[in-house]
């Protein structure tokens, strides 16, 4: 009976014979390299990325990150070397290894306050970035406690290579991209938003007055999320 580990190896075996998934991996390196390396260089040098206002919870947390010493500019420090290590061919598992986790903290963290910053664009590079850690599973792949069996080389000759067109797949990541892009509107009745006029154009006319009270809770209360959507739930 085949094993997982020979099961994961013939998988990532044909994945790496496609040079349209590989034309992809160069794609998702450059465009998570471009993510971090500007938010990177401006801890790097001290400035504040963001220009929401404190009250925001998005705004509260950057305004005490930026104030948190050495550790605000080694977060950038990380940002810029993960970032550097994704362009070089060599270095893209451990630029990948670093990337995840910092991302990943990202993502949570744009989720859990509703930030239309980061809410969208966090979420895909997580998917990229574990996009990356598949395409290079040969690198590190002792790591699971799997049996390999398998004497067929880990990765495809030149001359083994296809380009066929992996429509499949394509057409997942598109289906990802919609549905990261409209998550907000499925799961969220209300949103922050980066300015209080901008949480007042999610207000639709039946409950106007809960709806601002909600946005001035925010914005110009200074309150927490969740005490701002416990407020707003006791009118409704």
Same mark, same amino acid.
């Given at each position: 009976m085949t094993n997982i580990g020979d099961k994961l190896d013939a998988l990532h075996f044909r994945a790496r014979q496609n040079i349209w998934l590989g034309y992809f991996?160069?794609?998702?390196?450059?465009?998570?390299?471009?993510?971090?390396?500007p938010s990177g260089m401006q801890k790097i040098l001290g400035e504040r990325f963001t220009t929401l206002a404190i009250n925001h919870p998005m705004g509260n947390f950057l305004e005490a990150f930026h104030h948190t010493g050495y550790?605000?500019?080694?977060?950038?420090?990380?940002?810029?070397?993960?970032? +550097?290590?994704?362009? %070089?061919?060599?270095?893209? &598992? @451990?630029?990948?290894?670093?990337?995840?986790?910092?991302?990943? =903290?990202?993502?949570?963290?744009?989720?859990?306050?509703?930030?239309?910053?980061?809410?969208?664009?966090?979420?895909?590079?997580?998917?990229?970035?574990?996009f990356l850690l598949c395409w290079n599973y040969h690198n590190f792949k002792n790591i699971f406690p799997f049996n390999y069996t398998n004497s067929k080389s880990e990765l495809p000759q030149k001359n083994e290579l296809t380009k066929k067109f992996p429509?499949?797949?394509?057409?997942?990541?598109?289906?990802?991209?919609?549905?990261?892009?409209?998550?907000?509107? +499925?799961?969220?009745? %209300?949103?922050?938003?980066? &300015? @209080?006029?901008?949480?007042?154009?999610?207000?639709?006319?039946? =409950?106007?007055?809960?709806?601002?009270?909600f946005c001035d809770c925010i914005h110009k209360e200074g309150k927490s999320l969740d005490w701002c959507l416990e407020e707003l739930n006791k009118t409704n």
């Amino acid at each position: 009976m085949t094993n997982i580990g020979d099961k994961l190896d013939a998988l990532h075996f044909r994945a790496r014979q496609n040079i349209w998934l590989g034309y992809f991996s160069i794609f998702c390196r450059i465009a998570l390299a471009a993510g971090f390396i500007p938010s990177g260089m401006q801890k790097i040098l001290g400035e504040r990325f963001t220009t929401l206002a404190i009250n925001h919870p998005m705004g509260n947390f950057l305004e005490a990150f930026h104030h948190t010493g050495y550790y605000y500019p080694f977060v950038g420090i990380m940002q810029v070397t993960a970032a +550097i290590l994704l362009l %070089i061919p060599r270095t893209v &598992t @451990i630029g990948a290894i670093i990337y995840f986790p910092i991302i990943l =903290n990202i993502c949570i963290l744009s989720l859990a306050v509703r930030f239309d910053g980061s809410q969208v664009t966090s979420p895909l590079m997580v998917c990229a970035v574990l996009f990356l850690l598949c395409w290079n599973y040969h690198n590190f792949k002792n790591i699971f406690p799997f049996n390999y069996t398998n004497s067929k080389s880990e990765l495809p000759q030149k001359n083994e290579l296809t380009k066929k067109f992996p429509f499949k797949f394509f057409v997942g990541v598109f289906a990802i991209m919609i549905f990261v892009a409209f998550h907000t509107k +499925i799961f969220y009745k %209300i949103m922050p938003r980066n &300015t @209080i006029s901008d949480c007042r154009t999610q207000c639709d006319g039946e =409950n106007d007055e809960d709806c601002f009270d909600f946005c001035d809770c925010i914005h110009k209360e200074g309150k927490s999320l969740d005490w701002c959507l416990e407020e707003l739930n006791k009118t409704n």
